[in-house]
């Protein structure tokens, strides 16, 4: 075997996996309601396709994807839709649109729901029309719809599925353990996905820390081919579930920066969106449930529950034996890349892969530590996947200055608070990266639309002094005949004369 | 002398007075410089509003006035101070903040039609800089919004009062000025 290929740095850090895969996956009953958020994680909005009132079945579309970056929704319980309004969300300042759906009680299916037939001699093309009908996003954290992910693999010809099962984060597991209990689903998945990409080669990516789930998707992968369909063992360091390091970590290419993985030759997905897939091939059911792992000292049974979409958090809480100590913070996703939320009233999205109830010690006892200057120490730069130096882009960040933060990669900076979490001055560097990030889309944009008002300015005022010459034109020529009319009315006048 | 050197002197030189004068007259229609460079680079820190209030009719023929000499840096209201500070480092002078006189600096905006009191008069197309503005004589009006810059030159002549300005789309709102020198 060759040597492994690796990404840069990366750190090894604690784990605190153990505290939740101890338990198997609690199956948790429909609540009475639920909140979808229109936004599942993406940062795009799905379009509302029913009205308040309106009675849904299970399955039913209420939000449709208008574009490629959104993801359809479906009601994951039957019942009456009792409100499309502004509610506590996973969203940047805590509230977002959500559709509620209070539910019935009964297990009416919609009628859409059906088998998918003939699948292995469906046209790719429709296949990948399907999944996206189908609502399917990635469930590793992104929610990206997958249908667009497929349909720019497939233009750029990739020729290898590479399946994210690294699940790097510190506290998460529901993909270990999903792997676990489901690796024939991931697989099935996985063999879906590759004939809809047309892939010749497909590789399950597992980190070395999870050897019950390597054993089941060995088990799963008997008998198959292993040039068409193998695991890959990579090294437990963190980010290495990261899209590109991943794809680093595999192929031993790295993906330039600008430009995709797909671009690259490589379509990087979940295993448990493949096993969304495989549901959905199996049963016709679109995405209405995730695993989600729900952990952190602040809870008294850390376990891994399969919930419906837009069950309330508190909810899932109560699964995990209910709040305990002093929870200092309720975080979707990890302690390294998770988002804070301000209420635990928020439903589960797409997006939701943990929810950690976190105590003070779980967060490095960072409270009340103040921020102090930059020494120049380079931990950060020495620990940062990307290979970004960014003690040189906070500075850059801190004057503002839109064109260094570009030439230092403030892009290419996949936000794994690494350099947030060795800095021994506790700069917020990731999220001060965030927002030049965010400064920089909007200078783009402003810079785009100053030079199409700048474009349609110059036209006008061309068309102005065409307009004025024209003008000029007709009256200069009614004065020169009005003159000649003149001359010779004078001439008439001189020859009676 | 030897007739044939002669000629073929002749020769060399009408061929190389041949290429010469091509080459130039290639250059000459080819490779001329900007008209002015400076108001290119003054008018590329302007935020192309064009919407007057620096008391020029557009962002290019007030670059042309700094470049002259004619007018202060400080007169561009949706700019703001970073415009005016840009401005400065352009032009190696003192940095100063924008001038409250020529008008404040707002958050990013778009017009908006109320389309159920157009009366299709037509008075706000050819008022608009950018021609961001649709419409025909008897027929409702409505604004493209991608293309509006907010510069509010279309409210005076609407006899209904049936244009006002929203919020820009959610990238650029919230934001006070819709442009930064990059």
């Not at chain 2, 004619?70 to 032009?91: K, V």
Request: proline share 7%; glycine share 8%; charged share 20%.
């Amino acid at each position: 075997m060759p040597a492994r290929p690796e990404f840069p740095a990366g750190l090894a850090l604690d784990a605190h996996k153990q505290q939740a895969t101890g338990l198997p996956i609690v199956e948790l009953a429909p609540p009475a309601q639920v909140v979808l958020a229109l936004d599942q994680g993406s940062g795009s909005t799905a379009q509302p396709v029913v009205a308040v009132g309106a009675r849904v079945a299970i399955g039913t579309l209420v939000a449709r994807a208008e574009d490629a970056t959104a993801a359809a929704i479906h009601a994951p319980i039957a019942g009456i839709v009792i409100a499309i309004e502004s509610r506590a969300a996973a969203a940047e300042g805590g509230h977002g649109v959500c559709i509620v759906i209070e539910g019935d009680g009964t297990a009416t299916l919609d009628a859409s729901i059906r088998p998918v037939p003939d699948l292995g001699t469906l046209d790719p093309a429709e296949l990948v029309h399907r999944l996206r009908d189908a609502g399917i996003a990635g469930l590793g954290g992104a929610a990206f719809p997958t249908a667009t992910k497929l349909a720019a693999a497939r233009a750029s010809g990739a020729q290898l599925l590479l399946l994210n099962g690294a699940e790097c984060e510190p506290w998460i597991c529901c993909d270990d353990l999903l792997m676990r209990s489901s690796a024939a689903e991931v697989v099935l998945g996985a063999r879906i996905l590759q004939h809809a990409l047309g892939a010749a080669r497909c590789v399950i990516a597992v980190e070395d820390d999870k050897p019950e789930a390597i054993a089941a998707l060995r088990a799963a992968l008997d008998g198959w081919d292993e040039a068409a369909l193998s695991v890959a063992v990579v090294p437990a360091v963190y980010p290495q579930g990261a899209e590109r390091q991943l794809v680093t970590a595999v192929t031993g290419s790295e993906v330039p920066s600008g430009s995709l993985p797909a671009q690259a030759g490589v379509l990087c997905q979940n295993v448990a969106t493949a096993a969304a897939v495989a549901r959905w091939a199996r049963d016709g059911a679109p995405t209405m449930a995730r695993i989600v792992t729900v952990t952190g000292s602040g809870v008294a049974r850390p376990c891994n529950v399969r919930a419906l979409l837009g069950t309330p958090l508190a909810a899932l809480i109560d699964a995990a034996g209910g709040y305990q100590g002093k929870p200092l913070r309720l975080i979707a996703g990890g302690s390294m890349t998770g988002r804070a939320l301000a209420s635990d009233e928020v439903g589960l999205t797409k997006a939701m892969n943990c929810i950690l109830v976190a105590t003070s010690e779980d967060l490095g006892g960072s409270r009340g530590r103040r921020e102090m200057p930059c020494i120049r120490c380079g931990d950060c730069a020495a620990v940062c996947p990307a290979g970004l130096l960014p003690q040189m882009l906070h500075r850059a960040t801190l004057a503002d200055d839109l064109q260094s933060m570009r030439r230092l990669g403030a892009h290419d900076c996949i936000d794994c608070g690494l350099c947030d979490y060795v800095c021994p001055s506790q700069i917020p560097l990731a999220s001060r990266f965030r927002a030049a990030r965010q400064t920089l889309r909007i200078a783009d944009e402003s810079a785009r639309r100053a030079n199409a008002a700048k474009a349609s300015y110059e036209r006008r005022e061309q068309r102005q002094r065409a307009a004025a010459a024209a003008e000029q034109l007709a009256l200069d020529t009614v004065r020169s005949r009005a003159g000649q009319d003149r001359e010779a009315a004078a001439g008439r006048v001189g020859g009676t004369d | 002398m030897n007739p044939q050197a002669i000629g073929a002197a002749v020769a060399v030189a009408a061929v190389l007075a041949t290429v010469i004068g091509l080459a130039l007259g290639w250059a000459a229609a080819r490779l001329v410089p900007d008209a002015d460079p400076l108001v290119a680079r003054i008018d590329a820190l302007l935020p192309q509003t064009q919407c007057g209030q620096c008391q020029f009719p557009g962002c290019r023929p007030y670059a042309l006035a700094i470049a002259r000499g004619e007018a202060d840096i400080d007169r561009c209201p949706p700019g703001g101070d970073a415009t005016a500070r840009a401005l400065a480092a352009l032009l190696d002078r003192p940095a100063r903040p924008a001038n409250p006189a020529y008008g404040v600096s707002k958050l990013a905006q778009v017009a908006w039609i109320d389309e159920e009191r157009c009366i299709g008069c037509a008075r706000c197309l050819p008022a608009c800089p950018v021609d961001a503005i649709v419409g025909a004589a008897r027929q409702t009006h409505t604004v493209i919004a991608d293309q509006c810059t907010g510069c509010e030159l279309c409210l005076p002549p609407c006899p209904v009062d049936c244009i006002e300005l929203r919020p820009a789309p959610a990238l650029l709102a919230g934001r006070y000025s819709m442009h930064r020198a990059a």
